[in-house]
């Protein structure tokens, strides 16, 4: 959604909202440049996030990210890189960890519903994809039998429980 006017997105979320909940994605290669947290989160805000503001009833319908996901491979996946200090962290920009943690955290604190891509350790042929490869982005192993990489998991759990629940 880099360069989408948040006009049009704003008109086209209330559209919406009065009939059904709304699917929104977010990649890192949305946000080009290199930035804090609280810089992702107004891009995030401008370009989908206004959908879930509390009080903002021109445009609150229930929202769903229904899709996104990282490499399982290492700790760099999930995390800026700590080697290297703020010259690697700025070379690697939003893609990889540094992206992963933005969106996770968002996710969490605004209590956003997700589908993460993919569970499946394998892929299905198709373009530039060889039937049971590995699927890169995947939870699972290519045996399907275990968790490729824990810590992926773990990062998943962590945003699972619901923070806007009230006791009864």
């Known amino acids: 959604m880099a360069g989408a006017d948040p006009g049009s997105c704003r008109a086209a979320a ?10 929104a994605s977010d990649y890192p290669w949305w946000h080009p440049d290199a930035y804090g947290y609280d810089r992702y989160e107004q891009a995030v805000e401008d370009h989908w996030g ?19 996901g990282t ?3 290492s700790m760099d996946c999930l995390q800026a890189p700590a080697a290297g200090g703020a010259a690697a962290a700025a070379r690697a ?10 969106v996770t955290e968002y996710l969490r604190r605004k209590d956003i519903d997700w589908g993460y891509w993919a569970l499946n350790g394998s892929t299905c042929k198709g373009t530039n994809r060889a039937s049971g490869a590995e699927e890169g982005y995947g939870l699972l192993n290519t045996c399907w039998n275990a968790y490729v990489f824990p810590p992926l998991l773990d ?3 962590a945003i699972q429980p619901p923070t806007n629940v009230t006791a009864a």
Do not use: D, K
Not at 15 to 22: N, P
Not at 50 to 60: D, K, L
């Open 155 to 157: 990062a998943l759990q």
């Open 71 to 73: 490499c399982h491979n």
């Open 50 to 68: 206004f959908i879930v503001a509390p009080g903002n009833f021109t445009y609150t319908a229930p929202l769903f990210v229904s899709e996104f």
């Open 93 to 102: 920009g939003m893609h990889g960890g540094r992206w992963f943690s933005y």
């Open 14 to 23: 209330a559209a919406a909202a009065a009939a059904s909940s709304l699917p």
